[in-house]
């Protein structure tokens, strides 16, 4: 069985355009944070058979490929790899009934990158976005039960170039691509020590006027040649 993300699909929905923010786009795939993603996970696992919760062998068993080559942590099922699907062909899942190129049960996801052609192209894709674009859920009940402030988002974007074309016209094509992204956002309960730096205090005391956050950025780069090596062999 068998679920298909064509290009079209990936570039019109608005996710952060990595392997884990798609997860919840295939029915019976479980895994990913359970939350909206805003930017790429680090060996994140998924499943099909079970869930993630259960502790079990169900979400190591998961595999992630890139044109049919593994790319997965063995023990684990997910990758420190960044993939890039906004410049992918297709994304495929096989939830069950998979053939012998990965040696587990469980779902596969297969990530076809983009190919140059004979004709010279590229494209660039952007995104930002920052807390003023962001609603709040944060209620007097929350605040009771202990929730001295949210976690909103401080800043997101994404900025992804990419060109393609012939380098020998129907011989050998290149394909590039070049992504800066990143987000910033705020750690719920933390918060910056007062006393930080001060040799006359060694306790922690929070400065509610500083909370604290997190920041991550990814800058990545890749570049693809194919060859047809003869009408019925191509390599890349």
């Known amino acids: 069985r068998q679920t298909v993300l064509t290009n079209e699909v990936i570039s019109a929905i608005p996710t952060v355009g990595s392997y884990n923010a798609l997860l919840v786009l295939v029915p019976a795939i479980f895994g990913g944070q359970q ?7 680090n060996s994140c696992t998924f499943s099909s058979h079970g869930t993630l919760l259960d502790g079990g062998r169900a979400n190591r068993e998961a595999r992630l490929l890139v044109d049919g080559i593994s790319i997965a942590v063995p023990q684990a099922g997910g990758t420190n790899y960044l993939t890039d699907t906004r410049n992918a062909q297709e994304v495929s899942f096989t939830t069950s009934g998979s053939l012998g ?12 990158p983009k190919s140059g ?25 929350l605040k009771a039960a202990g929730l001295t402030a ?16 012939p380098i020998s016209r129907d011989r050998l094509w290149f394909f590039g691509t070049l992504r800066f992204q990143g987000n910033s956002n705020y750690i719920v309960n933390m918060y910056e020590n007062k006393n930080a730096g001060d040799p006359n205090k060694w306790t922690y005391e929070p400065d509610l006027n500083r909370q604290a956050f997190k920041d991550q950025t990814w800058q990545n780069a890749s570049a693809r040649i194919t060859a047809q090596l ?3 062999n191509k390599v890349n």
Not at 35 to 41: A, I, L
Not at 101 to 112: F, Y
Not at 117 to 141: C, R, V
């Open 150 to 165: 949210p976690n909103p988002l401080i800043k997101a974007y994404d900025v992804n170039n990419s060109a393609g074309g």
């Open 117 to 141: 052609g004979n004709t010279l192209s590229g494209g660039i894709f952007a995104t930002w976005g920052n807390g003023a674009l962001q609603g709040s859920n944060y209620s007097d009940e």
């Open 35 to 41: 939350d909206v993603s805003t930017g790429p996970c």
């Open 230 to 232: 003869s009408p019925r």
């Open 101 to 112: 190129e990965v040696e587990s049960g469980g779902p596969v996801m297969n990530i076809v």
